[in-house]
């Protein structure tokens, strides 16, 4: 089967750093994306690693161990607007086959 | 980066009726991928959409329920047919453009049965 965790909620205060935790167990792997999503809008992309190491893109890093099966975003200089869900996924099959996603988490950031 | 159009932005239907709801991508891909986003869930796939064949359908959705259309290759529709309340979702459309950037999802349909 397929199982992506991370967890539910998350809340950090505005300036400082959060690191939000994805694990996978899936039947294969060929890519691991990052989803910002705020409520009632459409899931935007962050970021994408296929082989293990760290991605870098201004505020937002993500890191990916395919033998550990885990991965995380880093936010950096978190803003108030910086609060919503995250998704993390998994792209299982092919160069062009669907993700699966996990459950998201959802991040508050406070005053 | 695609650009998706999708409408309806939302509806709300009867239950027993049916909607379609359209994609329209802005370049050719090959692929289309249709979702289900419950309130408060994570997205599910419904199927894969390609052009000039079949969709390809996850478990626990059938083509009798969840007919797509696929004519040409920036262009797919999903009805939801014989809507009951739990059919009540956001669905959206995805495609990936360029390997790497990610897939780029259309704005949404926001669908309530009554």
């Known amino acids: 089967g397929q199982n992506i965790d991370q967890p539910t909620e998350m809340t950090a205060t505005e300036g400082a750093i959060v690191q939000i935790n994805c694990t996978y167990q899936t039947s294969g792997f060929n890519g691991l994306f990052w989803y910002q999503q705020h409520a009632g809008e459409a899931p935007t992309f962050l970021s994408y690693?296929?082989?293990?190491g760290l991605e870098e893109k201004g505020r937002f890093s993500s890191f990916l161990s395919r033998s550990k099966g885990y991965s995380y975003l880093l936010l950096k200089e978190l803003q108030m607007k910086d609060s919503a869900s995250y998704l993390c996924a998994v792209r299982t099959r092919g160069s062009q086959g669907n993700l699966i996603f996990g459950k998201g988490t959802k991040l508050s950031v406070k005053p | 980066s695609a650009v998706i159009s999708q409408k309806p932005s939302r509806d709300i239907c009867q239950r027993g009726t049916s909607l379609t709801i359209q994609c329209q991508v802005d370049?050719?891909?090959?692929?289309m991928f249709w979702y289900r986003q419950q309130p408060g869930q994570s997205l599910t796939l419904i199927a894969t959409?390609?052009?000039?064949?079949?969709?390809?359908?996850e478990s626990g959705f059938v083509i009798d329920k969840f007919p797509i259309s696929r004519p040409n290759l920036t262009f797919s529709t999903l009805t939801v047919s014989n809507m009951s309340p739990e059919d009540s979702s956001i669905y959206l459309c995805s495609v990936e453009v360029l390997r790497g950037y990610g897939y780029t999802f259309g704005s949404g349909t926001r669908l309530t049965v009554v």
């Open positions: 690693n296929v082989l293990d």
């Open positions: 370049s050719q891909v090959t692929m």
């Open positions: 959409a390609n052009q000039g064949s079949e969709a390809t359908y």
